[in-house]
């Protein structure tokens, strides 16, 4: 059971409430609503306080109340305490509503602009490929061409990611203004991402005597490629995981370099002499 405010403790939580009213009410779209929805009881819980409109209360007044009235006062004080503080708790998010930070659906615009521009990329990169397939497949491909194929491919799985994640986040009335620029960035970074995963094949997986074009197999490069680009978020991972292990080699390495076994027929020291011997006698 909660214990029983004193007069204090009550000023406080209504210094609280009103703190949290007014910087929801300056907040997001969501915040705004709520404190709106928490108006009528905010009034009324201060006319039944018998405070003002700035929530003070007058010098012993919460004394004079009688305690079960003041049980269920407390009460409502708490559960407007918890709704406003879950409303205001991304209150350190930008308040302006220009900022493109600002907490905010997109807008019609920009999700018309959004989804005609994946279907415009899609489309070039799809003649992209019909363009160069068949010199990216030719078992006479140059390294630019392949390349070339990679970075095609690696972007047209960003954009397959751009136009799926767009469709479900309207669907569900969750795009928000500030991941606009994701969606615009996902074709190059899924491009470059497929340029390093083939960089790391080239020199790893796929590293052997005869590495050149022609004896790769090159439509498993590009769907690999594609792949990197549309789940780029895992290939971030697996690279994240690659360079640990690489490195964790390296640190390996050096350490057992750096204790040099002693030459054979080195006579064996019984203690941890520094080297030259003793002190001098």
Known sequence: MMAAFTEQQAQRAMDQIMQLCSQAAQ???????????????LRALIKDLGAGDDGKLPGGAWSQIAEHHRNQLQSRMGGMLDALESATAGADEPQNPTS???????????????????????????????RYWNV??????????????VILMGALGGTI???????????????????IPYYLLAPFQGAALAVLIYLLLRVGVLASPANSAEHLNLLGLYAFAGLTGLFAKQAIEMLRDVFAVMFKKIEAKDASGSSKPPPAGAPKQSGAQPAGGGDAG
């Not at 907040?27 to 009881?41: D, K, N, S, V, Y």
């Not at 920009?110 to 989804?115: A, G, K, P, Q, S």
């Not at 990216?136 to 194929?149: F, I, P, Q, Y």
Request: aromatic fraction near 12%; charged fraction near 15%; hydrophobic fraction near 50%.
């Open 136 to 149: 990216a497949t030719s078992t006479k491909a140059l390294e630019a061409d392949v390349l070339r194929m």
């Open 161 to 179: 990611h751009w136009m799926s994640s767009l469709v479900n986040f309207v669907g569900n009335g969750n795009l928000f203004r500030r991941w």
């Open 27 to 41: 907040g997001a779209q969501g915040p705004r609503e709520i404190a709106r929805a928490l108006e009528p009881g």
């Open 100 to 130: 493109f930070m600002y907490r905010v659906h997109a807008s019609n615009g920009w999700i018309y602009l959004l989804v005609c521009s994946s279907i415009v990329v899609i489309a070039l990169l799809l003649w992209g490929v019909f």
